[in-house]
């Protein structure tokens, strides 16, 4: 028990470390143009041929990269993505905590690692990574989307040489909602479920679009139970994305000089952003056309 907590513990501080990335915009031509009006029109003057996504979603291996800030609910996109495209979705927390839990080669090392409260080493994490990748095409697997790596360059470039990325979706949120949303994170004392109190309604003002994202409460039951994450503190959290930041960006600019970088600004919560993104992809989601049709 002691040393699953520690792994938990372990995982939270992975995900945050593997997690940090930018909001700032850049002229990348993959840059959102459901959102940036002049993004928008530039994309309208180069047509449709300009976004580089057209080939039907079953001729394509995706194999794909999902970089985003913490809170950011890349965890959540990526996700409902593998779903939809029949994918795996690998997070490189998931792998770390998978191993410890198995008798596999690495997991007596990796625990070693965790007692002694060490981060995991790049070369454990290609290492998990590689052999996933493997058990993957073993078992008739194609494609995948990354979720939590690469979080650096030398990873981004180890990454390059096991296997191909061929686009990199980094997910942005404006920093006001960003921060309301990290900080409205609660956990039930009882039954662990996670919500977010947050109500984010932001007015839109001359040339910023206003921005809605609804919270996430919790049953009745679990209402009075509702605890907070001691380091989801304004201070930590925005400490926390600025860390993100200068990790990121040299990440970013790895895939983008390499015209792989999809800037994605999501524009809400989940309801106003999986359309947007989908649409911003080439996807359809069939099973969210076929219940709004219902
Ligand atoms: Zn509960």
Not at 150 to 171: F, H, Y
């Amino acid at each position: 028990m002691a040393v699953l907590s520690r792994v938990l513990r372990l995982r939270v501080a992975g995900v945050d470390r593997f997690a940090v990335r930018s909001f700032r915009s850049s002229s990348s031509s993959w840059r959102n143009s459901e959102i940036d009006p002049k993004a928008a029109a530039a994309s309208q003057q180069l047509g449709e041929k300009a976004l580089p996504l057209q080939r039907d979603v079953k001729d394509r291996n995706v194999q794909w990269v999902f970089l985003g800030c913490p809170g950011v609910g890349k965890g959540t996109y990526a996700s409902k993505l593998s779903t939809l495209l029949g994918v795996p979705h690998i997070a490189t927390g998931d792998l770390v905590r998978d191993e410890l839990s198995s008798s596999g080669p690495l997991a007596k090392q990796l625990e070693e690692v965790v007692n002694q409260g060490k981060l995991v080493s790049d070369e454990i994490i290609i290492n998990l990574l590689s052999k996933r990748l493997e058990a993957s095409s073993a078992k008739g697997e194609t494609g995948f989307i990354l979720d939590g790596f690469p979080r650096t360059i030398r990873q981004a470039e180890i990454l390059e040489g096991v296997t191909e990325i061929d686009l990199v979706i980094n997910l942005k949120l404006r920093e006001e909602a960003l921060l309301a949303k990290c900080l409205g994170r609660r956990i039930c004392s009882e039954c662990g479920g996670n919500y977010n109190v947050a109500s984010i309604d932001i007015k839109a003002e001359e040339g910023d679009p206003g921005m809605y994202m609804a919270p996430l409460l919790p049953p009745p039951l679990c209402t009075s139970k509702l605890i907070s994450r001691s380091d989801d503190t304004e201070e930590v959290v925005k400490r926390r994305l600025r860390i993100y930041n200068e990790m990121s960006q040299p990440v970013e600019e790895f895939y983008r000089s390499r015209g792989k970088l999809l800037e994605f600004d999501l524009p809400g919560g989940i309801p106003e952003s999986w359309p947007k993104l989908l649409r911003a992809l080439n996807l359809e989601d069939h099973d969210d056309k076929e219940s709004a049709a219902a």
